[in-house]
C-alpha cells in the first residue's frame, strides 16, 4: 500500500483562485514536510510540521499555509494563486530518523493560469 | 551561491560505462549526506546515505570528504534504468531539515 497519498496529482486553475492540496501519510510519523520543485527543477523546502506544530518556514510568502487536521493529514492551502506559484508540490514524511529518509508523495502539478 | 551545488549535466554515457558525479556544500555544520533519484515526472526516491568512510551499495559508491566538502557518487556498470536526475543532498541535523541540490541528468544509452 501506498504510504503517502496527494491529491490532486494535476491541478490548474485561474489566478487569484484560492485552491488546496491535501496529503495523507499511514506511516504514523510525526514529521510531515511541503516542498516546492520549480520549472528548473530545483526542490525546495516550504514547510516542517512536527506533531501539528509548524518548525519550519522558509521564507514562504504568507499566501500559503500548511493545515494539519490531524496526524495523519498536512495540507497545503494556497489563496490569491500568482503565475509564479506553478510548480511541483511534494509532501513528505521521515521514514526512519536513522538512517534518515525522508519519503515523498508522488507529487501535485500545479499549474496557474 | 546555493548550499549544495552539482553539475547539472547531462552527462551521456553508453551502458556499460562508468560515470561520477560531484556535489559541494558550504555549510560545514552538514552533518548527513545523501543522494536522491528522481525519475522523469516522479518523486525524489533515497538512492544511498553518504557515510565519511565511502559506502558502496552494488554498482553505486558514495564519498565524503568533508576537508573539502565535497560529495560524490560512482556508478559501475551503467545500464539504461540509471538514466535519470541524481540530487546531492545535505541534512541541516538541527531542523531536520534536507537541502537539496539542483540535480545531475544522466542519459544512458544503447
Known amino acids: 500500500d501506498t504510504a503517502v497519498s496527494q491529491t490532486p496529482k494535476y491541478l490548474v486553475t485561474q489566478m487569484g483562485n484560492d485552491k488546496s492540496i491535501k496529503c495523507e501519510q499511514n506511516?504514523?510519523?510525526?514529521?510531515m514536510y511541503w516542498y516546492k520543485q520549480d520549472s528548473k527543477k530545483f526542490l525546495k523546502i516550504m514547510f516542517s510540521?512536527?506533531?501539528?506544530?509548524?518548525?519550519i518556514n522558509e521564507t514562504v510568502p504568507n499566501r500559503f499555509s500548511p493545515k494539519s487536521p490531524d496526524k495523519a493529514h498536512l495540507n497545503l492551502h494556497i489563496n490569491s494563486l500568482e503565475l509564479g506559484d506553478s510548480a511541483v508540490y511534494f509532501c513528505?514524511?521521515?521514514?526512519?530518523?536513522?538512517?534518515?529518509?525522508?519519503?515523498f508523495g508522488p507529487g501535485t502539478r500545479l499549474t496557474v493560469t | 551561491r546555493k548550499e549544495v551545488e552539482q553539475d547539472p549535466g547531462p552527462f551521456n554515457v553508453p551502458e556499460g560505462a562508468t560515470v561520477a558525479f560531484n556535489c559541494t556544500y558550504s555549510?560545514?555544520?552538514?552533518?548527513?549526506f545523501f543522494w536522491y533519484r528522481q525519475d522523469c515526472r516522479k518523486e525524489p526516491k533515497l538512492l544511498m546515505s553518504?557515510?565519511?568512510s565511502g559506502n558502496e551499495d552494488g554498482r553505486f559508491t558514495a564519498q565524503l570528504n568533508r576537508a573539502s566538502q565535497y560529495i560524490s557518487l560512482l556508478i559501475r556498470d551503467s545500464k539504461l534504468s540509471d538514466s535519470a536526475t541524481y540530487l546531492c543532498?545535505?541534512?541541516?541535523?538541527?531542523?531536520?531539515?534536507?537541502?537539496f541540490g539542483t540535480g545531475t541528468r544522466l542519459l544512458v544509452s544503447p
Open positions: 510540521y512536527n506533531n501539528k506544530e509548524l518548525i
Open positions: 553518504v557515510y565519511s
Open positions: 555549510n560545514s555544520a552538514s552533518q548527513s
Open positions: 513528505a514524511f521521515i521514514l526512519d530518523l536513522h538512517p534518515y529518509e525522508q519519503y
Open positions: 543532498v545535505a541534512l541541516n541535523t538541527g531542523f531536520q531539515k534536507l537541502v
Open positions: 506511516l504514523g510519523h510525526d514529521t
